[in-house]
Each structure stands twice: as structure tokens, then as C-alpha cells.
């Protein structure tokens, strides 16, 4: 049987707008094409993952019960347009706390793999931070910077990080994705 084909998705700056550690409900927003893009990408038979490191709760800004609060906010948002996100990586820690769940660690990838029988050659990291990149050359994904959220800075950061393509937004990184369909080794 194939293994299945999951898109990691970034979500502060990818997903949603990032003003900065966003955690409040009320500066939720959804960033422009995200639910037509990943539309796109399910109906190509892609899976959905969030990955993302909020060392906000660490630093102690916000609570986890705060991430949770935004976060069932998008979940819901996304649902309501026929977008399932089938699991949600969440790194809490400082840093410099050398936990192995911080991307780019690829421990929540190599987690995911083991649960959802995925086949990482086939897959995908999408974020607007180098750090996304790294992870998904850590995890041996395809990796997409975006230049929404902080991509215009963080593009000057990847150093010698192999990455397959840098785009505008999301919508552009389905785009990449439909067109440069990574070998499936089944
Ligand atoms: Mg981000
Ligand atoms: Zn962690």
C-alpha cells in the first residue's frame, strides 16, 4: 500500500498573520488563499500536519491553554472549509532548552512518519522561517520558504540549507508543490 503524502505546515506567519508570538483570538487572521491552497493540495491527495515551536509559552508570555485557544480557533476555521489538520506539533520550550521537539529537531516529523505511516521523500515542510527549511532537510522532505511572515529576513539566514523553491505565499508553495511532485517510494 502507499505510504501517505503529508504537507508540514508552519503555522504563525504561514498560516496565519504574525504580529509577533500571536496567541490572542482576537488577533487571529487567516492569511489570504490558505484554505483554497491546501484545498488544492488535498484534492491532490496531500495529508496535513502543524508544526511549530512556541517558545512564547517558555518565555512565559502566554499559556498553553492561550496556544490552545487560538489554535482550536483555526482548526475550526479550517474545518469549516473542508481541511482537515490531523495533527498539531507544538514546542513550548526556551531555545537553548536542547529539547528534541524544537524544529528544526526532526523528532515530531520522524513521530508523525511512525503514526501515520508516512513516506517523508514524498512530503513537504512549508514556513516562513529558515528554521522550517532545516527541518525539512533534517526529516529528508521537500522544504518551501515563504515570504510572508518573517521569509524576507529568514531567507537571508538558510546559509547552506538546501531549499526547493522560495515563494510568495502559500497558495504559491501548493503551486510548487503540485508541479514538482517528489517520487513516491512505496
Ligand atoms: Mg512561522
Ligand atoms: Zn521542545
Given at each position: ?10 503555522r504563525d506567519?504561514?498560516l496565519v498573520h504574525d504580529g509577533?508570538?500571536v496567541h490572542k483570538v482576537e488577533d487571529y487572521r487567516l492569511l ?34 492561550d496556544f490552545?485557544r487560538f489554535q482550536r480557533r483555526l482548526l475550526d476555521d479550517l ?108
Amino acid at each position: 500500500m502507499d505510504r501517505a503524502r503529508f504537507v508540514f505546515l508552519d503555522r504563525d506567519g504561514t498560516l496565519v498573520h504574525d504580529g509577533g508570538y500571536v496567541h490572542k483570538v482576537e488577533d487571529y487572521r487567516l492569511l489570504p488563499g490558505v484554505v483554497e491552497a491546501l484545498r488544492s493540495l488535498r484534492d491532490a491527495g496531500f495529508r496535513f500536519a502543524i508544526v511549530t515551536n512556541q517558545s512564547g509559552i517558555g518565555r512565559g508570555l502566554y499559556t498553553e491553554a492561550d496556544f490552545e485557544r487560538f489554535q482550536r480557533r483555526l482548526l475550526d476555521d479550517l474545518e469549516a472549509g473542508s481541511i482537515a489538520i490531523e495533527a498539531t506539533y507544538m514546542c513550548p520550550h526556551l531555545p537553548d532548552a536542547r529539547c528534541t521537539c524544537r524544529k528544526p529537531e526532526p523528532q515530531s516529523l520522524l513521530d508523525a512518519r511512525d503514526r501515520f505511516a508516512i513516506d517523508l521523500a514524498a512530503s513537504w515542510v512549508i514556513g516562513d522561517h529558515a528554521v522550517d527549511v532545516r527541518l525539512a532537510a533534517n526529516a529528508g522532505c521537500g522544504g518551501i520558504l515563504l515570504l510572508t511572515g518573517h521569509g524576507a529576513e529568514e531567507r537571508h539566514k538558510l546559509g547552506d540549507t538546501p531549499v526547493d523553491a522560495i515563494v510568495a505565499d502559500l497558495p504559491a508553495a501548493a503551486h510548487h508543490i503540485l508541479t514538482h511532485e517528489r517520487s513516491v517510494r512505496s
